[in-house]
């Protein structure tokens, strides 16, 4: 028996102009970071919403919130965050309405996760990502709607509305 060999016509070595044009920026859109996600996988394109003639200067974050190095002895606005079994973590209270001046301070008191406070808009100073026993202290400058949320549980959502 005579076995017959069917020669298969070779596909070229060359993909189209096109396709390696292609795979080229794809490639360099990977290295370059390019896309919704900056270091670390956090995202880079968002805002901070602001009633209608409320304006908050994104493009210098100190005017908008200033992190303070320790809270007041007695806070008046506080923002514990628990452990939560259906969301990992929960920001109790998880919205909050202030008004302008006001400090904030975030108490962490899971102790079986680590969390932190990364603001929805990029220009703002995020907190460290920490476990229980450490505490961050904000004072917010400018009127608007703050939302936050930890970037390692996305169930882990919060709101700060600053009035003036």
Avoid at 81 to 98: A, W
Avoid at 108 to 133: I, R
């Amino acid at each position: 028996m005579r076995v017959r060999h069917r020669q298969i016509p070779s596909v070229g070595h060359h993909a189209p102009r096109w396709a390696t044009g292609l795979l080229v920026l794809f490639a360099a859109a990977l290295l370059s970071g390019c896309g919704a996600f900056g270091d670390l996988g956090q995202p880079t394109s968002a805002h901070i919403l602001t009633a209608p003639g409320q304006n908050v200067q994104q493009a210098n974050s100190k005017l908008a919130i200033q992190v303070l190095p320790k809270a007041p002895a007695n806070p008046a606005y506080t923002v514990i965050i628990y452990h939560n079994v259906n969301t990992v973590g929960e920001f109790v209270p998880e919205n909050l309405t202030v008004p302008v001046g006001s400090v904030v301070e975030w108490v962490w008191t899971d102790e079986f996760d680590q969390h932190n406070v990364w603001w929805v808009d990029q220009e703002l100073v995020n907190s460290p990502t920490k476990g229980a026993g450490f505490k961050w202290a904000v004072k917010f400058l400018a009127p608007g709607t703050y939302d936050y949320y930890c970037t390692l549980h996305p169930g882990m959502l919060g709101r700060v509305v600053v009035t003036s």
